[in-house]
C-alpha cells in the first residue's frame, strides 16, 4: 500500500494511454472516469503537438493542462496557452547539422505548425494521420530558427536514434532536452522541456506533493518522470531499461495496460 493517497496520475500518451493502432480503447477511458469519480485528477504529456492531442480531451473529460512537446508547450483544454519553452535560437542551425551527420530526416514543431522538407520521408504519413493534421512542406529551415518548440530527427536506424541522441547531449549539454519518445524519433527541446518538469508544474499549479503523483509511461523520455514522482509504472511494452526505472510493470499497450494500471496500482488502495 502506497504511504500517501494518489491525488494525480500524469500519463504519457503513444505507447501507453493508446494502442499500437492510436486507439483510445473503452476500458481505458472507463478507468479515467474512474479516477475522476475518486477525486483523482488526470492529465496527460507527449511529444506530440497540442493539435495532435485535441482529439482525446472531449472522450477523457480533460480539465488539466495538456502538456504537448515533453512540457515545450502547455495549453488548456480549450487550447489556449499556458506556458511555451523554446529553443534557443542560435541552436537550431547546430542541432539541424548533427541530424543530419547522423542521416536522420529534420522535422520542425513551430507554434501551432509542423514543418518537413520530405513529403515522403520515413514516419511523415504515420505521424499525419496519428496527429489528424498534415505538415507544411519548405525547401529550407533556414527562415524557421526562432520560436522553435521542438526539433525531430527521424531514421528507422535505432542505431542512428542513439547516436544522435548522444552526440547531441555532448554537444549542448544542459542547453537542450535530448530523448527518444519512440525508437524512430529523436526529440529535441528546450532543456526544461521535458516530463520531470510537467510533474513539478502540475505540482505547483495543484499543489499537490510530487509523491502524491502518480506517472505512467513506456520510453526512456518518460523516465525523467518517473524520477520526479511518487508512484511510476512502466508499460509491458516498454524496454528493460525502463522498466527497471519504474515502481511498478503492467501489461502493454496491447493488452489494457493503461487500464490495468489504473485498476492494480492507483485504485486498489482507495
Known amino acids: 500500500m502506497k504511504d ?3 491525488r494525480l496520475v500524469l500519463a504519457d500518451v503513444d505507447g501507453t494511454l493508446v494502442t499500437q493502432a492510436k486507439e483510445l480503447t473503452d476500458r481505458a477511458i472507463a478507468a479515467v472516469h ?9 492529465a496527460i504529456t507527449s511529444g506530440r503537438p497540442p493539435r495532435g492531442m485535441s482529439m482525446l480531451i472531449e472522450p477523457l473529460d480533460l480539465t488539466t493542462p495538456v502538456s504537448a512537446f515533453n512540457g515545450g508547450l502547455v495549453v488548456n483544454p480549450d487550447m489556449s496557452v499556458i506556458e511555451q519553452k523554446e529553443i534557443d535560437a542560435s541552436l537550431v542551425p547546430p542541432i539541424l547539422d548533427l541530424m543530419r551527420s547522423f542521416k536522420l530526416d529534420s522535422w520542425i514543431y513551430r507554434g501551432a505548425e509542423w514543418y518537413i522538407q520530405d513529403p515522403k520521408g520515413p514516419h511523415v504519413d504515420q505521424e ?24 525531430v530527427g ?11 541522441q548522444a552526440a547531441a547531449r555532448a554537444q549542448f549539454g544542459n542547453r537542450v532536452s535530448a530523448a527518444g519518445s519512440q525508437p524512430y ?10 516530463k520531470g518538469q510537467v510533474v513539478t508544474f502540475l505540482s505547483h499549479r495543484f499543489d499537490i506533493p510530487t509523491d502524491q503523483i502518480a506517472t505512467i509511461g513506456d520510453m526512456p523520455n518518460d523516465m525523467l518522470m518517473f524520477a520526479d514522482s511518487g508512484l511510476s509504472i512502466a508499460m509491458g511494452n516498454a524496454s528493460s531499461e525502463v522498466q527497471g526505472a519504474a515502481d511498478r510493470v503492467t501489461t502493454s499497450n496491447e493488452d489494457e495496460g493503461f487500464a490495468n494500471a489504473v485498476d492494480r496500482f492507483v485504485l486498489a488502495d482507495e
Not at 527521424?154 to 544522435?164: I, N
Not at 529523436?186 to 522541456?193: F, G, I, N, R, S
Open 128 to 151: 499525419s494521420k496519428t496527429v489528424h493534421f498534415a505538415p507544411t512542406v519548405v525547401d529550407s529551415y533556414d527562415q524557421l530558427t526562432t520560436d522553435v518548440a521542438k526539433i
Open 34 to 42: 474512474r479516477l475522476h469519480d475518486a477525486g483523482i485528477l488526470f
Open 154 to 164: 527521424v531514421s528507422d536506424d535505432p542505431d542512428a536514434v542513439t547516436g544522435g
Open 4 to 6: 500517501k493517497p494518489i
Open 185 to 194: 524519433y529523436l526529440d529535441v527541446t528546450h532543456p526544461e522541456a521535458n
